[in-house]
């Protein structure tokens, strides 16, 4: 992952962080829900990620590869979470 990209990450995730932990501020009667889905979701993404890097490795793929693939499935969910913050 290159730098500009881990940036990217590192930015968006602390984003949505803040946001969804606003949200939950204002809003605690929905609390518990919310945290429940936000809960299985990084559960999927992590478990999606584990299995990616698991396939890259025993195809002989590098390193790097096998770290990208690892942490694709959260990068993708963290800027699909960004956007669906943005657009309300």
């Known amino acids: ?15 949505v962080f803040t946001l969804r932990s606003a949200q939950l501020w204002a809003q605690p009667a929905e609390a518990q829900t919310r945290l429940t889905g936000y809960v299985l979701e990084k559960q999927r993404a992590f478990t999606s990620g584990a299995f990616a890097a698991g396939q890259a490795a025993l195809s002989g793929a590098g390193a790097e590869a096998v770290m990208a693939a690892a942490i694709a499935p959260a990068h993708r969910r963290v800027r699909a979470n960004m956007r669906k913050i943005i657009r309300g």
Request: glycine content about 0%; hydrophobic content about 65%; overall charge neutral.
């Open 1 to 15: 992952m290159n730098p500009f990209t881990a940036a990217a990450f590192a930015w968006q995730t602390a984003f």
